[in-house]
């Protein structure tokens, strides 16, 4: 049997706005536990909630970015459930009329392809605290559990897509997109490492041509990009594996273990019933006029589609190169400083994806803490097309850079690693190889034209070893073709 899997994601970002969603209390991360949660955020009696106007303009940039229909009214309700990390004893959310309504993105594909997900909605609503377990236990023994109540009220959009997704890898395409489009807009850092921005997970299969869909479970809280590609693998080879031997699947909830690589069920499936919505008495609804919605359309930056779109128009970078360089800001920003400046699109960008991205992972870097700034970096493309360098020599430089021994002029002069380009020195180095080489010599004069070409590798390899790698490659190449051709 032929099986299809059927994805839909619940992306939770959370919002940087410096207060809570009802509150003035600080959103900083890394504050003391429990230093951040004022009586607002706990719905102390007497208190009643503000709504935070820089939430909502963030939720309207997204949606705008998105393609979506924004909500011109919208309506918070009581979310009712009982966890120790909720301290009201419910969530205030969004559920009839939300924020952003429906909307579009588009994916691109490792494989060169690309699909359009629909956007269900996306709704405000505040955190939850987080519930810390496993520090506990080490320190107080089994059976305790801490309650960190700082992220209660922080604000959240949860966005919602259609189950329009149909392998992990389109699942992953499109968490980066949305995890592209809130950086871009500045509205979170999406750092799933710190739970800025955290994924659900909702799949289940079908045998391909069915239009029914199958049971879906939802794996909970998944926190970064490989893991949301693992769960969903496992998850749906489970639900495979259990139709097959005849059972079937249970609407649930499950949770990811990494170390295992396995989904365990955590609880039964909710559903809105179970929640006992309804709206929330201290909040009126949010009324927002056109000429507020077109003044945020009017200041969104430069979005990653245009940026795309852009880059291979303005650079002639393949469709993949502009993939790549334009998933981050900061990468297309770095990258488009270097392309600029050394006036060599191409070089530029395989230098960013290349070179510079194996040393930002070996050292475990983001983009912004380089030790090669993109200045420095586009010193050293200019160095290897003015010949002053080769691109094999150009590596040594750039590694010298990252470790702090200046810009590439410095590192060149320094190291004396500048190129030999003159003629005479090149014919002399060509000279002395042929003489040193009348076995490979006579095989040359022997062999077809065809297998000639390769031949020279020995040649050239031997005169890069008397220059330390310093002769200038294209010269050596041909000074030594016109001498061995000489001899034929």
């Known amino acids: 049997m032929e099986w299809e899997i059927v994805i839909g ?24 536990p429990n230093t951040q949660a004022c009586a607002i955020d706990l719905a102390m009696p007497g208190t009643l909630p503000v709504p935070n106007e820089e939430a909502f303009r ?6 705008l970015a998105m393609n979506a229909e924004i909500g011109r009214r919208s309506v918070f309700e009581r979310k009712n459930y009982f966890y120790p990390d909720l301290p009201k004893g419910y969530q205030t959310t969004q559920l009839a009329q939300p924020i952003v309504g429906p ?16 956007l269900h909605h996306a709704h405000l609503e505040e955190d939850a605290g987080k519930s810390l377990h496993e ?38 395409a499109y968490l980066k997109k949305i995890h592209s489009i809130v950086t871009y807009l500045g509205i979170s850092d999406g750092d799933m490492s710190q739970g800025s921005m955290r994924c659900d997970a909702n799949v289940s299969v079908r045998l391909k041509g069915e239009e029914k869909l199958g049971t879906r479970t939802e794996i909970k809280n998944v926190n970064s990009f490989r893991f949301v590609e693992k769960a969903i693998v496992v998850e749906a080879q489970r639900q495979i594996d259990l139709i097959e031997d005849g059972g079937s699947v249970v609407q649930e909830t499950r949770l990811y273990d990494s170390d295992k690589n396995e989904t365990r069920s955590m609880r039964s499936k909710e559903v809105a019933n179970d929640y006992r919505y309804f709206p929330c008495p201290d909040l009126l609804p949010v009324e927002l006029s056109e000429d507020y919605v077109e ?25 993949y190169d502009a993939d790549q360089l334009t998933q981050e800001r900061a990468v297309a920003d770095y990258f488009e400083t270097v392309a600029k400046e050394s006036g060599e699109p191409k070089l530029a960008a395989n230098w960013v994806m ?17 030790p ?44 004396g690693l500048k190129q030999v380009s003159d003629t005479g020195a090149i ?44 002769a200038n490659p294209q010269m050596i190449n041909k000074i030594l073709k016109d001498k061995l051709d000489a001899l034929l």
Do not use: C, W
Request: proline share 3%.
């Open 103 to 118: 909307g579009e993105i588009e994916i691109h594909l490792e494989d060169g392809s690309s699909k359009k997900v629909r």
């Open 354 to 370: 290349g070179e510079l991205a194996a040393l930002l992972n070996r050292e475990e870097l983001t983009i912004e803490r380089s």
């Open 295 to 319: 003044t945020v359309r009017s200041r969104l930056p430069e979005l990653p589609d245009a940026k795309y779109a852009r880059f291979q128009s303005e650079y002639s970078l393949s469709a």
């Open 427 to 470: 014919e002399k180095m060509v000279d002395e190889v042929i003489a040193a080489s009348p076995a490979q010599v006579e095989n040359y004069r022997k062999a077809e034209e065809a297998k000639r070409p390769k031949m020279m590798g020995y040649f050239v390899g031997q005169i890069m070893k008397a220059s330390k790698g310093q």
């Open 135 to 172: 520090t506990i236990f080490e320190t107080h023994g089994h059976g305790m559990s801490g309650i960190d109540l700082n992220r209660a009220g922080t604000p959240l959009i949860e966005i919602v897509s259609e189950p329009d997704m149909r392998s992990a890898a389109e699942a992953v």
């Open 9 to 32: 994601l619940e992306v939770h970002v959370q919002l940087a706005t410096k207060s809570k969603l009802f509150s003035g209390a600080s959103t900083r991360f890394g504050a003391a």
């Open 372 to 415: 090669v700034s993109a200045e420095q970096l586009a010193g050293l493309i200019a160095r290897i097309t003015d010949n002053t360098i080769s691109s094999k020599i150009a590596k040594q430089v750039f590694e010298a850079m990252a470790a702090g021994e200046g810009d590439a002029d410095a590192v060149i002069e320094k190291r």
């Open 58 to 63: 963030y939720a309207v940039m997204f949606g």
